[in-house]
């Protein structure tokens, strides 16, 4: 039996959502072990004079607690 623990976080990319949810798992990687999945959330991007310039990701990760 496994015990696993969901985190949420807030990631972004200057290139595509699929980058900032590459980076959401990078960055969660760094301090958490065994990750078994991400979860996208709610998508969203910024706008700056009619040109997308910032993907954003709101991401569940989660991971055994072991």
Known sequence: MA????I??????????EDATANAVKVAAKTVKEIR???VKDHSAVVVKNKITE??????ISFEVV
């Open 3 to 6: 015990i696993l623990k969901v």
């Open 55 to 60: 993907y954003r990701v709101n991401v569940k």
């Open 37 to 39: 999945s991400v979860y």
């Open 8 to 17: 949420e976080l807030l990631a972004s990319s200057p290139v595509s959502w």
